[in-house]
């Protein structure tokens, strides 16, 4: 598995990166909704005045498919990663999951707003958040005997 955040700079509608993930008319095939709720979350993102009010990416994998549970508990492992100290009711996030490509995505969706204060939330900032995203997967990869993405 690794973990990518999608580029956005600022210039990124919400509406299209929701429309990638779940296809325009939520018809993309290989796309299902395993957590949350897409529209509320880019209904969201779109009320925000941020310049980047809203953050994307996925944790892909190698592996065709995982059991439910075992996608529940990577989900629920990189919430508490990227949001630690926050309670679920002080962040939004969706999850949608891809298999179109004959691999496991399960991409996230996630307005950057503390949802009690309504301040910006930065749930991932490059330059500190890379050693935690690293050894996050390398926990995970280890922890569900995953492909590793870093072995010779």
């Known amino acids: 598995m690794i973990v990518k955040f999608f580029g956005n700079a600022g210039g990124g509608s919400a509406k299209a990166s929701m429309d990638y993930l779940r296809g325009k ?18 209904s969201i993102a779109e ?5 980047n009010n ?4 996925c944790l892909s994998f190698e592996e065709c498919d995982l059991p439910m549970k075992e996608k529940g508990e ?7 990663t990227m949001f630690s100290g926050l ?24 307005p950057n707003v503390e949802m009690s204060t309504q301040k ?16 996050f997967k390398k ?3 280890h922890e569900y005997g ?6 010779p």
Do not use: C
């Open 25 to 42: 008319q939520q018809d993309r095939e290989g796309a299902l909704v395993l957590k949350g709720d897409p529209d509320l979350s880019q």
């Open 47 to 51: 009320s925000l005045e941020f310049k």
């Open 139 to 141: 926990v995970i990869n």
């Open 87 to 110: 309670k679920e009711d002080q962040y939004n996030i969706s999850w949608i999951e891809h298999t179109d490509k004959g691999r496991l995505e399960l991409n996230f969706y996630i």
């Open 120 to 135: 910006r939330l930065q749930p991932y900032y490059d330059r500190a958040d890379r050693p935690l995203v690293d050894n």
């Open 54 to 57: 809203y953050t994307v990416g």
């Open 146 to 151: 995953l492909t590793n993405p870093d072995a």
């Open 74 to 80: 990577i989900m629920e492992r990189f919430e508490k």
